[in-house]
């Protein structure tokens, strides 16, 4: 059987759309993975921690105003950095995703430290009280056969940084399997509104997110697939960002017809069809 002859999964209760929120809490460690030379840009770095400081306390409030659970992906780094904001994510009932350690890139990093950036990840999650993280997010969603390697031989259940498809699927390489959540440079707002001193995204108008997303929902809704939506704190968090996404979030659940779910959720009730299909 082919990917394109997957069933259509049927979402608890038969709603026609499941929608994932996810949020790489980057912090400081998006900029210090990027070279030593960071570690001195302390502009830089302190809109690295806008995210937890203004970002994630706004995205927490928006998120209990619907009821929504969602899925964050934290690097060890920023873990060991701001505790307490690993603590809110826990208390409020949300999946903490792995998303390496100091944030680097596996596709320019040595295989030791591809090894490192997943340990330590892992490590420092861990020591905070955080359930086992059962997925995975790629930096920048660069994914080496390594890290790939590492994923299956540590046990993650899902990965979330690869775009073979628009619905889930099973990523392969080599010989090994995973159950891949897929992403997309269209449903993330790094390239819309990540610019900095160097280069990056063109402060886009933030009423073409909620244009673009809210098709996205109403496409995913009529074809009834999941689909999900990548967004880093110290970017969705400016309020006038974030005012244009619960609308698109308003939008999602005055359909009453979209289940939203973590991403773990989401792997544990279609890896059971999708790996028996693949194997």
Not at 67 to 96: K, R, W
Not at 178 to 203: A, K, Y
């Amino acid at each position: 059987m082919t990917i394109q002859d997957f069933p259509t999964a049927d979402w608890p209760g038969g709603k026609a759309a499941a929608v994932s929120l996810t949020f790489d809490v980057d912090a400081e460690a998006g900029w210090l993975g990027e070279g030593d030379e960071y570690a001195r840009r302390l502009t830089i770095l302190s809109e690295g921690r806008y995210g937890v400081t203004r970002g994630v306390p706004r995205i927490l409030d928006l998120l209990a105003r619907y009821d929504i659970s969602a899925t964050f992906f934290v690097p060890g780094h920023t873990a060991q950095h701001h505790p307490a904001m690993v603590e809110s994510l826990l208390d409020a009932g949300h999946e903490i995703g792995h998303h390496g350690h100091l944030h680097l890139r596996s596709d320019k990093v040595s295989e030791q430290q591809q090894i490192d950036e997943i340990d330590k990840g892992l490590e420092a999650l861990e020591r905070l009280g955080v359930p086992r993280p059962q997925g995975y997010r790629s930096t920048s969603w660069e994914l080496t056969p390594e890290t790939f390697g590492l994923l299956v031989d540590r046990g993650f259940l899902y990965d979330s940084s690869c775009m073979g498809d628009d619905r889930p699927y099973v990523e392969s390489w080599d010989g090994l399997e995973i159950l891949e959540l897929p992403v997309h440079w269209s449903l993330d707002d790094w390239p819309r509104f990540g610019w900095n001193i160097d280069g990056g995204g063109n402060v886009a108008d933030p009423e073409e997110l909620r244009r673009c997303w809210t098709a996205e929902f109403e496409s995913a809704r009529a074809e009834r697939r999941h689909t999900s939506f990548t967004m880093h704190p110290e970017v969705i968090g400016r309020p006038y960002r974030l005012g244009q996404f619960e609308q698109v979030v308003a939008h999602m659940a005055e359909s009453g017809d979209v289940w939203f779910a973590r991403l773990d959720e989401v792997a544990e009730l279609v890896a059971p069809r999708l790996l028996r299909v693949a194997s």
